[in-house]
Structures are given as structure tokens and as C-alpha cells.
């Protein structure tokens, strides 16, 4: 065999060039692989934990700041076109003794039963306002005048004696002269009404253009997790804020300062551990926080509002 067909022999022969992995090849990235997600693992695990606690938070952060909303337009109308003083207040609603009527004033805090959980229920009178407008005023009596309405003035009123008067029956005014009465609908037809005061109307003026305010009232508390209201119209306490844990008040008269802090929880449970109240609750109000509570990731808001309707 000549050395040319030798160099066509061995070329037949010739190993081919690889174009895959070996299997030693493929176990070792195999491996590293592994390697690499088992340090990744727990970086990712606690990325998982972190965002869960955050969006916990987050939970209970929303319960709190949905609770103080549902207060917030009856703060800012609090008192409007009432008498301030306990005294005078009762007298404007010649003394009636039933809910809202014998309130200590357009803000009060009452603490629970037993007084087991200081300034537990806030009770609020505010003016709801109407589309209606003064038109025409006319004094009919020592206690008794007329109005006439740019529209109807609708809503549930119903037309009543004050001694069988709701609270929608009677309707308050801001820029009453000289001083701020509110005055019950005796009976009104379209845009005339009759309005009867339970204290004399002496030199009463009611200027035209003036909006009407419906007298609305408001109570709001929390109980076994719940945040509730009752807006006094017969239809009982409503269920608005779940998750709430413990809401607390406190009213300074001189200062007409209304202070509320609301506690709410998230909606993770630590079986055998609990979490730390947080700084910003105050002290007074922890003795009455149950352990279960705890169980929970807690976070609280304050609010600080100031009733311009009643200062001084």
C-alpha cells in the first residue's frame, strides 16, 4: 500500500469532532446547579417572609386609616349651628330624654361598662347638608317660623311634634342671628316649611341664601374585633371595619380637641409566639388588650382633629 492510499485509509477513521456533553460533563453542571439554588434558597425564603410582613402591615394599616375615614366628614360639620354648652344644648332640644337628644353636648365620650375601657364610644351631633336654600324667612311666633325653600328639601323628614321629633326632623342653620337654634319641621309641603323652636325665637333672622343642615348623629366604637357605628335612625349598630381591635377617645372641651387612636391587627396568627404592641398605643390603654390579640401583627393611628364648630 503506497503512502496515498494510506492517507485515505486513516482518513475514513478519523474520530469525529464532538458536538454534545459528556455525561461527566452534564453531572458537573448538574451539581452546580444544585449548589447554586441551595444558596439562593434562603435568600428567596426570606424575600417570601419579608413582603408577607409588609403586606400584613399594610392589612392593618388600611383597617386603621378605613376606621378613622368613616369619622371624618362628622368631625368637620360637628356642631354646626349648635349650642356648644351641655346646658344650653339639652334646652335647644327642650330636654328630650332619648338618644341623641340627652347627650352631654355635640361631643361626648363615654367610657365602657364598668369603666373596664376608658373612652370607649364616641358620640357625635353634626349637620348633614342639603341642596336646599333659604329663600324667604318669616317669624310666625314666639316659637314658631317660616320658610320658604329654592327646592324641596327631601331626605326622611317627616314633620313632627318636638316631643315626637327623630333626629332627621330637625334642621340647623349657621348664620342664624343672634345666636345658633335648631329648629324642628312641623310640617312642610314642597318648598314651604314650619319650624317650631323649643326656646323663644326672640329676634331671630334667617337670611336668604342660606343652606340647610339636616342634624345627623353618630356613635362609634369597637367591640370583639369589630368597629362599629349607629348613626341613632332606628337601624341598629353596623359592622364597618373587621380586624379592629381596641379604638379609644378623648375630648378636651377648653381646646376643642378630639383625639382618636384606632389598634388594628393583620390577618396572620403566630401559633406559639406574640408580637410587641406598638410604641404608639399609649400605656393607659394596654391593660384591657387580651393576649389573642397579640398573636397578631399589630399596628395603631392616631388622630388629632379640631372641632372649629365648637371653639370658643
Avoid at 178 to 195: G, K, M, N, Q, W
Avoid at 255 to 266: D, E, F, I, N, T
Amino acid at each position: 500500500m503506497d503512502f496515498a492510499h494510506m492517507r485515505r485509509f486513516l482518513r475514513v477513521f478519523k474520530p469525529r469532532s464532538r458536538s454534545g456533553l459528556t455525561l461527566v460533563e452534564i453531572l458537573i453542571a448538574s451539581w452546580s446547579v444544585l449548589l447554586l439554588a441551595a444558596a439562593m434558597i434562603p435568600a428567596v425564603w426570606l424575600g417570601v417572609v419579608q413582603l408577607e410582613r409588609l403586606l400584613d402591615e399594610r392589612r392593618a394599616a388600611l383597617r386603621c386609616e378605613l376606621a378613622l375615614s368613616l369619622l371624618r366628614d362628622a368631625v368637620l360639620h360637628c356642631g354646626y349651628g349648635m349650642p356648644a354648652g351641655v346646658a344650653s344644648f339639652r334646652e335647644s332640644f327642650a330636654h328630650l330624654a332619648r338618644s341623641p337628644f340627652d347627650w352631654e353636648g355635640p361631643v361626648s365620650v363615654l367610657d365602657a361598662r364598668g369603666g373596664a375601657r376608658e373612652g370607649a364610644e364616641l358620640r357625635l351631633l353634626y349637620a348633614a347638608p342639603s341642596n336646599a336654600r333659604v329663600l324667604a324667612f318669616e317669624r310666625t311666633g314666639s316659637f314658631d317660623c317660616r320658610l320658604s325653600l329654592n327646592v324641596p328639601l327631601g331626605g326622611s323628614a317627616r314633620g313632627a311634634a318636638i316631643a315626637n321629633s327623630r333626629v332627621a326632623d330637625w334642621l340647623l342653620f349657621g348664620e342664624m342671628c343672634p345666636r345658633s337654634v335648631p329648629l324642628c319641621i312641623r310640617a312642610f309641603s314642597a318648598t314651604r316649611i314650619e319650624l317650631v323652636s323649643a326656646v323663644p325665637l326672640d329676634g331671630l333672622e334667617i337670611l336668604p341664601g342660606e343652606r340647610l343642615f339636616v342634624l345627623s348623629a353618630l356613635r362609634a366604637w369597637s367591640e370583639s374585633g369589630v368597629f362599629y357605628t349607629d348613626d341613632c335612625t332606628g337601624s341598629g349598630r353596623q359592622p364597618r371595619v373587621q380586624g379592629v381591635v381596641d379604638a379609644r377617645f378623648a375630648y378636651d372641651p377648653p381646646k376643642s380637641q378630639l383625639s382618636v387612636w384606632v389598634l388594628a391587627r393583620g390577618d396572620l396568627v403566630r401559633e406559639h409566639s406574640h408580637h410587641s404592641i406598638p410604641a404608639s398605643w399609649p400605656e393607659a390603654f394596654r391593660a384591657s388588650l387580651s393576649q389573642d390579640a397579640t398573636r397578631y401583627r399589630l399596628v395603631a393611628r392616631t388622630a388629632v382633629w379640631k372641632i372649629a364648630n365648637l371653639e370658643p
